[in-house]
């Protein structure tokens, strides 16, 4: 059997920061105990924000001056995606520009769907010759005044595995089911429902994982005392120091949390500590990621001299991002706080199935046109070019503008238009290389925008049909941060 490896990996953590001391101490008549998860911050999706467009996002981190048609299939995991009965994937693969031949395939059911996940795209990976894209995100929901509250958190995670070593090479992998139900949420509920802690932590964490490990470690012939990095996700604190200790392996391997600026995002959260872990591993270093959900998988990497590339640290750089995020404008924006939000709010937002399934190039991969004859950019495409010194009939060629960088030309802040965290910002933007649109902006920091601000494109829900349970997504422009 050929060697498989991880080519790249990506993460993305939203930029908007809730203090868990303000949370604590808002819900302290009602809840005391929360005060002892009261330190640091955890991580919100936006209005706009959820499990595909973190994903995308995350993606776009991992692909960046990659060939993207290369890549053969794309998998999904989360337990929050957006539709159930819409292949979430395919919403990302679009978006990604990937071709149609594409293979998507969404995961879910547990929270080791991120884990699970990264073993089929390796399985994929062994019998293609193609790059496989591993992708898991998470919007967890909890109830106001829960612990789940303040320990989850909002982030999205990507692997691109292929035939070869690349950064590292897997060395063995290793599963195990057991119907172990540490938390779980029905078809029909909103808010997982959650066991007693220390049964999860003596009964499942500490019996099943060692258990998983140690199957994997004597499978593979390696000890655990040569473990560099572990990667074990875990909501409740010093777990994985005390799975370390029972499975043999190094406490200075444990990889932290990233508790504080992020908080426990499901899924998507060991392929997130596997990313940071890569970003600072040394060659010739052993990773071990475990995935907890109903048993477990476990993967073990090996680093190779590649891995100096992957020093680029995405996941703390994406942490480090942030925007303060009031308890009260939490609560309103997940909805756990009913608002009033005006007439203007209750405009029906009905999509034309027929008209967005038209305009898919321009509404999933913001594709315009190039006019072969003179070489002028524009958005939309058309029949005819704009250049008024060209007026070409049908010389266009598509062109995506989603990784295009473009300037704000025009610009306003609303107040009066409907969104549900206002005020709204739109304007025109100027492409680098040609072409203007109007826009909706995501992102404005507190001192807003100027004509001229450098603005990337985000990968965005437009807005949402509450009475259909509808999202419409298209691309919005947000100011350039430098990396």
Known sequence: MSELGIVAVGAYVPPLRLSR??????????NPGLRSLARGERSLAGWDEDTITMAVEAARSCLEGRD??????????????????????????????????VSAFDLGGSLRAGTSAL?????????????????????RRAPAAAAQELVTGHAGAAVLVA???????????RSLTVDFVDHFRAADREFDYQWEERWIRDEGYLKLVPRLVGNLLESSGVDAGEIAHFCLPSPIRRVADQVAKASGIPEASVRDQLADGCGDSGAAHPLLQLASAL?????????????FGQGGDALLFQTTDAVAGAHGGTVEASIARRAPCTYPRYLALNGLLKVDRGMRA????????????????????????????CGTHQIPRTAICVNPDCRALDTQVPHSFAESRGRVATWSSDSLTFTPDPPAYYGQIDFEEGGRLLMDFAGVPPEGVDVGTPMRMVFRVKDHDPQRGFSRYFWKATPALEA
């Open 119 to 139: 073993l089929a795209a390796f399985d994929a990976a062994a019998g293609s010759d193609e790059e496989i894209l591993c992708l898991a995100a998470e919007r």
């Open 68 to 101: 993207r048609s290369r890549i053969g299939r794309v998998y999904l995991g989360s337990t929050t995606a957006p539709f159930a009965d819409r292949l979430n994937a395919g919403v990302v693969a679009g978006a990604l520009g990937l071709r149609e031949s």
């Open 279 to 291: 970003e600072h591993a040394a060659p010739g270093e052993l990773v071990l990621v475990v995935g």
């Open 21 to 30: 001391e303000e949370v604590a101490a808002a819900n302290s008549w009602l």
């Open 346 to 373: 209750e405009a029906d937002k009905g999509t034309a199935l027929t008209a967005a399934y038209r305009h898919s190039d321009l509404l999933l991969s913001l594709t315009g046109g190039k006019c072969e004859a």
């Open 163 to 173: 035939r070869g070593p690349g950064l590292a090479r897997l060395v063995a992998t």
